[in-house]
């Protein structure tokens, strides 16, 4: 807490399924921003990404869970599964939004590009600062981040920040092809939600 507001994150995101990259995203954007609280909460329909057929977001929700399961400071959130529907960034925000919190949203570089298409990105911008973590280090999409941060100031009067983070080269995609192929996983995703996946006989 910094003079008197709790400082609280926001990682949204479909997790499907979450892996070891979105565990280490998570922990440093808790350091790096110094937050009280960091809510980790899976997309019931993400309005950026289709589904695979026979997705089951209670699925995603207890391998969020295993996956934090005594991590400091981080909150598993189901709040947009139970809220159903289109999940809305913007709507999760209002339902967090208090006078004494100052509100932190995690995105990643694709994210962070097409902010100014969310919807109601105005108000996203009035309720929270985002911030946004990038694997990529080619000098087109610094400019593009260069470019769009310009755009924000001029439309939002605010920018994305960068967090530093040793992010680890994953993706969900890739881990379902990888069982569904029966190749192994071990390391890509925490040992409890591997186990998880294989007792509930996921992706395959």
């Avoid at 949203?105 to 929270?128: P, S, V």
């Avoid at 994953?170 to 186990?195: F, Q």
Wanted: proline share 5%; with cysteine; glycine share 6%.
């Amino acid at each position: 807490m910094i003079n008197g507001e709790m400082r609280i994150g926001v990682y949204g995101g479909t997790f499907a399924p979450v892996h070891s990259g979105h565990v280490t995203a998570a922990e440093t954007f808790v350091r790096q921003m110094e937050l009280d609280l960091l809510y980790i909460i899976p997309a019931y329909i993400p309005p950026h990404k289709r589904l695979d057929a026979g997705d089951d977001p209670h699925h995603r929700l207890a391998m969020c869970e295993l996956a934090f399961a005594g991590k400091d400071r981080i909150i598993v959130s189901d709040m947009e599964i139970a809220r159903g529907g289109t999940s809305y960034t913007v709507d999760t925000l209002r339902a967090l939004a208090r006078e004494d919190r100052r509100l932190f949203l995690l995105t990643g570089t694709d994210m962070m590009l097409t902010l100014g298409q969310w919807r109601e990105a105005e108000t996203i911008f009035k309720l929270c600062y985002p911030v946004y973590m990038r694997r990529e280090s080619d000098p087109e999409t610094e400019r593009r981040i260069i470019e769009k941060n310009q755009e924000y100031q001029r439309r939002f009067g605010r920018i994305v920040r960068r967090v530093p983070c040793d992010y680890l080269d994953i993706s969900s995609t890739e881990i379902r092809r990888r069982i569904h192929e029966g190749e192994p996983v071990t390391g890509l995703v925490p040992k409890a939600v591997e186990n998880y996946i294989r007792e509930n006989k996921l992706y395959v």
